[in-house]
Antibody, heavy 120, light 110 residues
Framework: QVHLVESGGGVVQPGGSLRLSCAAS????????IHWVRQAPGKGLEWVAF????????YYADSVKGRFTISRDNSKNTLYLQMNSLRVEDTAVYYC?????????????WGQGTLVTVSS | QSALTQPASVSGSPGQSITISCTGTSSDVGGYNYVSWFQQHPGKAPKLIIYDVTERPSGVSNRFSGSKSGDTASLTISGLQAEDGADYYCSSFTSSDTWVFGGGTELTVL
């Protein structure tokens, strides 16, 4: 049974940093790319970043490029999102979601999300 | 990376069929058969209901179907049921090796 647990969210001031984690179990973590997706309060879904199964390639939304870094530790079955230079508009629930079987889909499995609040 | 365009809201009566559109460009929806649809109830994580334009994940009702013509993808829900009332989002792979979501559509079952 696939289980994803995001953690690391909290309240941070603008310009600050946070590192989110996504602990995975129930599947061969090292065989799947993983996405981060966020949702601001009362707003729609926004794709944030993707990392290949082997961690070699990373892809980012323009809104976070240069500020966020996605990484993974396959020995710990854990995905990370290092968020620097945080802005008020980064306030959102952050979800991790493994890629699907086609390689270009995702979202069969989601964690419960972790809330990041950027506020002074 | 402009968001895909969806209607803000649609509505239908129980038993009816509704269609939600998702318009992009040749760099995303029109260029790849990698369009997905998600259903999200308030306070819940999204649920994948369609991937690769037309495919349904295991366990998803066959009342949900997807299609694409040119730069516009569509989600059709037939035999509307009260529990179908939710927000629906489309997403697509893009030529920049990124993904993009639509703005979301609120479905009201009358």
């Amino acid at each position: 049974q696939v289980h994803l647990v995001e953690s690391g969210g909290g309240v941070v001031q603008p310009g600050g940093s946070l590192r989110l984690s996504c602990a995975a179990s129930g599947f061969t973590f090292s065989s799947y790319g993983i996405h981060w997706v966020r949702q601001a309060p009362g707003k729609g879904l926004e794709w944030v970043a993707f990392i290949r199964y082997d961690g070699i390639n990373e892809y980012y939304a323009d809104s976070v490029k240069g500020r966020f870094t996605i990484s993974r530790d396959n020995s710990k079955n854990t995905l990370y999102l290092q968020m620097n230079s945080l802005r008020v508009e980064d306030t959102a629930v952050y979800y991790c979601a493994p890629q699907g079987e086609s390689g270009y889909d995702f979202g069969v499995y989601w964690g419960q999300g972790t809330l990041v609040t950027v506020s002074s | 990376q402009s968001a895909l365009t969806q209607p803000a809201s649609v509505s239908g009566s129980p038993g009816q069929s509704i269609t939600i559109s998702c318009t992009g460009t040749s760099s995303d929806v029109g260029g790849y058969n990698y369009v997905s649809w998600f259903q999200q109830h308030p306070g819940k994580a999204p649920k994948l209901i369609i991937y690769d334009v037309t495919e349904r994940p295991s366990g998803v009702s066959n009342r949900f179907s997807g299609s694409k013509s040119g730069d516009t993808a569509s989600l059709t829900i037939s035999g509307l049921q009260a529990e179908d009332g939710a927000d629906y989002y489309c997403s697509s792979f893009t030529s920049s090796d990124t993904w993009v979501f639509g703005g979301g559509t609120e479905l009201t079952v009358l």
